[in-house]
Nanobody, 121 residues
């Protein structure tokens, strides 16, 4: 069993900052790609930022320069620092990780339960 637990969401005024955290626990041999997705009401879930096990990153165009994804491989954790937040960033943010339970198994995608981020104007 693998579990992803997120924290750090909340309500913030436009221009403010929040830091999301996600910890992976359970039966883990390795954690490969990790990422943050978000889903606003009535919209599809979209990739916000992703990071490989080697540290390469990519971002949704609308968050480039404002959000930073990072990870701590020793803790199997991923973080999303969100600065200069805008009302359009309001959404439920989900952590995603590709986890190999053993050396013999293929990686599987796991999701956190989601954390609400609300940015007021």
């Amino acid at each position: 069993q693998v579990h992803l637990v997120e924290s750090g969401g909340g309500l913030v005024q436009a221009g403010g900052s929040l830091r999301l955290s996600c910890a992976v626990s359970g039966s883990i041999f390795s954690v490969n790609n990790m990422g943050w997705y978000r889903q606003a009401p009535g919209k599809q879930r979209e990739l916000v930022a992703a990071i490989t096990s080697g540290g390469s990153t990519n971002y949704l165009d609308s968050v480039k320069g404002r959000f930073t994804i990072s990870r701590d491989n020793a803790k199997n954790a991923v973080y999303l620092q969100m600065n200069s937040l805008k009302p359009e960033d309001t959404a439920v943010y989900f952590c995603n990780a590709e986890v190999k339970a053993t050396i013999f198994k293929r990686g599987q995608d796991y999701w956190g339960q989601g954390t609400q981020v609300t940015v007021s104007s």
